[in-house]
Structure formats: C-alpha cells, structure tokens
C-alpha cells in the first residue's frame, strides 16, 4: 500500500516507479480535497535521481512532494 501523507491542507501520496535498470525514481500525486471532489496532480522528481529500493523511493516522494508544498506561496 503506497504511503500516503497528509500535509499542510492536502495528501501526498508515494508513487515511485522502477526504472528499466531496477532502481526506483521519485513520484507523488498531490491530492487536494475540495468538498466532494479531489483533485489530483501527480508529479515526478528529476529521472536522474534514482533510489536502490521503493522504501527509499517512497521517502524520497513524500519529502519532495513537502518541499513543493513549501516553495508554494
């Protein structure tokens, strides 16, 4: 089950995806609940940084969905 965190009024949620390679690169959809719909926008960390395990993937899209939460004025 993906890791799904929530964060300053919405939910991240951890969708890393595996590279031809093997390893894992970072990827988030950012859910923002509005009454009775969501929106979803899901964005992806730069494809050159990769991670040996999903675990550590997963990490990396929660904190890389925060910091764009935070650069966010």
Do not use: C
């Not at 969708?15 to 894992?24: K, N, Q, V």
Request: proline residues 5%; aromatic residues 8%; positive net charge.
């Amino acid at each position: 089950m993906a890791t799904r965190v929530q964060y300053k009024g919405y939910v991240l949620v951890a969708a890393p995806s595996r590279t031809a390679g093997g390893r894992w690169v970072a990827n988030v959809i950012i859910e923002q609940h509005h009454g009775g719909s969501v929106h979803f926008q899901p964005v992806s960390d730069a494809p050159e940084k990769t991670y040996p395990t999903r675990e550590e993937a997963e990490e990396a899209s929660i904190r890389f969905g925060q910091g764009l939460l935070d650069s966010r004025k």
